[in-house]
Nanobody
Framework: QVQLVESGGGLVQAGGALRLSCTVSGRTFRSYAMGWFRQAPGKEREFVAAISWSSGSTRYADSVKGRFTISRDNAKNTMYLQMNSLKPEDTAVYYC?????????????????WGQGTQVTVSS
């Protein structure tokens, strides 16, 4: 059974940076399409970024484009989200998601497995 564990969240001042990690159990990580989503209090979960199994393609929400970078290391079974120039509106619980097979997806219903989430809080 595939399990996803996020880490790297925390409290940071506006303008600061954080790097989130998502470690995936399982021997077929390199075949997974992966993504990051977030959910702020009182709001619906929203897409943040996605990456194909080969890292050949990436997608970003307009709100994070130019500030966040998604990447993956298939040898380490780990996906990353480098978040720079953080804003208070980036405050949310961040979730990583995996889909066995396929290429790249920006909708939450496309993903099979989810992590437990990690809190990111950006103070003004």
């Amino acid at each position: 059974q595939v399990q996803l564990v996020e880490s790297g969240g925390g409290l940071v001042q506006a303008g600061g940076a954080l790097r989130l990690s998502c470690t995936v159990s399982g021997r077929t990580f390199r075949s997974y399409a992966m993504g990051w989503f977030r959910q702020a209090p009182g709001k619906e979960r929203e897409f943040v970024a996605a990456i194909s199994w080969s890292s050949g393609s990436t997608r970003y929400a307009d709100s994070v484009k130019g500030r966040f970078t998604i990447s993956r290391d298939n040898a380490k079974n780990t996906m990353y989200l480098q978040m720079n120039s953080l804003k208070p509106e980036d405050t949310a619980v961040y979730y990583c998601a995996a889909r066995v097979g396929g290429y790249i997806y920006t909708t939450d219903y496309a993903y099979d497995t989810w992590g437990q989430g990690t809190q990111v809080t950006v103070s003004s």
